[in-house]
């Protein structure tokens, strides 16, 4: 049976105004595939009365003016998405959220998104034997050498996403593959809640609706959403991010907003959230980011909290008052600040801005000119954090011997944390190409049993993940000192044929 017996492939690509719960679609583009060929396409920007994000995609509200709401669309996009007797199949790189975010349109006008099946081009190259090294659509357009034109832009993804799709079904195809046998599909995800715009009142949900485009809009909107102590401040503050001027008023205007002194835990935690989503637009919508001007702002930033620490009861950002105290703004945050000036828009690690912060100007680590110390002076395990990502980053890169000295010094110096052990531990193992197996695996071992020595250490999944470290390394090194057998090994008598003379 072929893959393409009675079925419609649907590569579809949405772009929309944030990854929040209640973020709505601003373009969707659409390529029906049926026998191996395509058979329609369909695209189109939608105006949805709300902006957002435009530092990524670039829709904001001068392209989207003309444009019409999604219901104009409902049906059009439902007949795409029908095929009378044949099952639909909907593809996405992350298709939940795709398919989450029609649901959630649908949703919005008492209707619901047609019958169909959802794969993900993640597990639909992994069933047909395709090696993607990464999750984003970039790692997969390089995985099969296409050519993405203009990103995050729907149209272009959606054509990634429909060639990778196409080498797939009809490798599974080739191979008699079935996909039902391979493909664990998934219901649509059930909408989430009504906009926070529908619970607010009149006034409020016009300060929503303002587009954040001048000063006085940003004066208005934000600090009239400040004072109300609105739940989606940072979101908001990120919807007025259209180009890198834009990103860099919207940081002003919430740095500003941080100084003031009657500001309550709560809302200095969404304005820090916000500030950081401003130094990623700032740095996305920048033809040549000035990375370490971004770090000199997010260091800005951290200078207006004395406490980078986890809340107390008394006062409480959103997450912690949500019981949620492990996404502590006052922990994260920091760290989110100043991943932008570390890391490209693709996520790659920017080379210079990482030595810049493990050395500074001079060649030995960690001095009081390096990144880390600067940053150590307002949030402490949050600098501890970050130099163990860039350190794995630079491992990955082939560059550890820049990272190296930073880690032994920072060891050398008391520092425990779980992810400085693993990749210290993972520095450590890597000796075994150059020199002898037991000893690096014996160094690494040491070092994982050191840090579980800490009196830090807790029942966290990165505590546990030093453990299972630990014991795969004892593994090894009982291999490695485990004597072999003499020879011979096998002591039968050698085999006579029965047709061959003696």
Known sequence: MSVWDN????????????????ARVLSVACFCLENGVTVK????????GIYGAAHIHGLDPS????????AHYADVLRDLLTMPGGTVYVLAHNIVYDAARLTYEYDLLGQTLPDVVLLDTRDLARAAGFIVPGSTLDDLATAFKLPNIARHEANADAIVVRE???RCLNALDDKGIDLTDVIVSAPPPSPPTRPATGKLTAEHAALHDMALLTKKDRDTSLGGCLDLSCPDLHKRIEDGITST??????FDWTLTALRRPDLSRFQR???VAGAARTLSGWRNTAARPDHKLLFTKALDVLATE????????ADECDYCSQGRPERCRFV??????????????????ITASAEAYLTGAAKTPLTTRSGWDKLRQHAPDAANVVLARVAVALRQTGRTEVARPAIEKLWKNGARDPQLALVYAAIAEDEKVNGDKLTAFTHAATICQDALASPSVTTSYDWQQVKTRLARLQGRINAATKTPPKAPYNTRSPHRSRFVKP
């Open 41 to 48: 396409s369909w695209s189109t920007v939608i105006n949805a």
């Open 63 to 70: 392209k989207l003016a003309g444009a019409k709401p999604f």
């Open 269 to 271: 935690g969404l304005l």
């Open 164 to 166: 990778a799709a196409l």
């Open 245 to 250: 001027t834009t990103a860099r008023a919207a």
């Open 332 to 349: 994260i945050s920091p760290r989110r600040l100043v991943w932008p000036s570390l890391y490209g828009e693709s996520g790659n690690l």
């Open 7 to 22: 079925t419609r492939f649907v590569a579809i690509d949405t772009e929309t105004t944030g990854l929040h719960d209640d």
């Open 306 to 313: 004395p406490n980078w620490t986890a809340c107390a009861p």
